[in-house]
C-alpha cells in the first residue's frame, strides 16, 4: 500500500515524526508531502495569487511552500504522475479537532482534498490539554485505528476524522464511531494593538471553550476517554431543505 503523509503543523512538527512512525507500522511504501512552514487554521485554503515551491528533503520526502490542500494538490499532481496513493494521512495534529472546529482545521482539509481526488483519506489529531502525555494515545493507538479503515469501502468522498482523548496510552478506554458535534459558538479572544507604525491590528486568540456535550458525538467521546472515529462527508448540501427551499421559488 502506498500512503501519502501530509499535516498542518508543518513538516518538523513533532506530531508530523510520530504520523511517520505509526505509516511504517502499516506500509514500507511511504511518502512525505507537507508544508514547509506551519499552516494550523488555514482551512481548505488554496494558494492562487502567489507560486509554490516543492523542496526535497530525501527519498520521497518533500516540503511545500504554501498550505496543507496545496501540498496533497501538488503532490498529487507532480509526484504520483502514474501510481496514486493507495491512502492519505493527515496529522497527528497537535491539539483536537472536534466538533465544527473541522471547517477551521488543516488537518482534516488536507485530507479532504485526498478524498475529492477519491483517495481514502483519514486525518487524525491529539488532544492536549495540559496533562503532559503528549502524543502517548495516538502513538499507541493509531495503528489499530488505521487498520479497519484501510480494509472498509467507504462512499465516495468521505473523510474519516480521528481524535485522541488526552490521556496516557493505558488510560484510553477504547474507540467510538460517532457523529460530529458542535461546541458552543464562542470563538476566543480578541487583542488589539498598535504596531510601530502607530497603525492599528487585530489579532484572534484561542481559549478553552464550554462544550455541550450532546450524546453520541466527538466531543463527548473524547471528553469521556474515548478515540473518536467520525465519517465525515464533503455533500454540504442539506437535502432536508430542498424541498422546503423550492416552494418559495414555486410560481
Known sequence: MRIL???????????????????????????????????SGVGHSLTLHQPVRLHEHGERRYA????????????LRKLFTEHAPDLIL????????LGDDVTYSGTVSAAMEGALAGIPAVALSQAMRGQGHGFAAAKAWAAKVIAPLMTTRLPRR????????AL?????????????GFHDY???????????????????????VEHTLDH????????????????????????????????????
Open 90 to 97: 493527515s496529522g497527528v495534529n497537535n491539539g483536537e479537532n
Open 168 to 180: 496516557a496510552a493505558d488510560d484510553v478506554r477504547g474507540i467510538r464511531v460517532v457523529r460530529q
Open 186 to 208: 464562542e470563538r476566543g479572544s480578541l487583542v488589539e494593538g498598535v504596531d510601530p507604525r502607530g497603525r492599528p491590528y487585530f489579532w484572534f486568540g484561542l481559549h478553552d
Open 5 to 39: 503523509l501530509t499535516n498542518d503543523d508543518g513538516i518538523h512538527a513533532p506530531g508530523f515524526a510520530v504520523l511517520e512512525a505509526i505509516a511504517r507500522e502499516l506500509s514500507d511504501d511511504v511518502w512525505v508531502c507537507a508544508p514547509a512552514e506551519e499552516q
Open 216 to 251: 453520541g458525538t466527538d466531543l463527548e467521546a473524547v471528553n469521556d476517554g474515548f478515540i473518536s472515529v467520525t465519517p465525515l462527508q464533503l455533500d454540504l448540501t442539506h437535502h432536508a431543505s430542498i424541498g422546503i427551499l423550492a416552494e418559495g421559488y414555486a410560481e
Open 158 to 165: 468521505t473523510v474519516v476524522n480521528v481524535n485522541f482523548p
Open 64 to 75: 511545500v511552500t504554501g498550505t496543507p490542500t496545496d501540498s496533497v494538490n501538488l503532490a
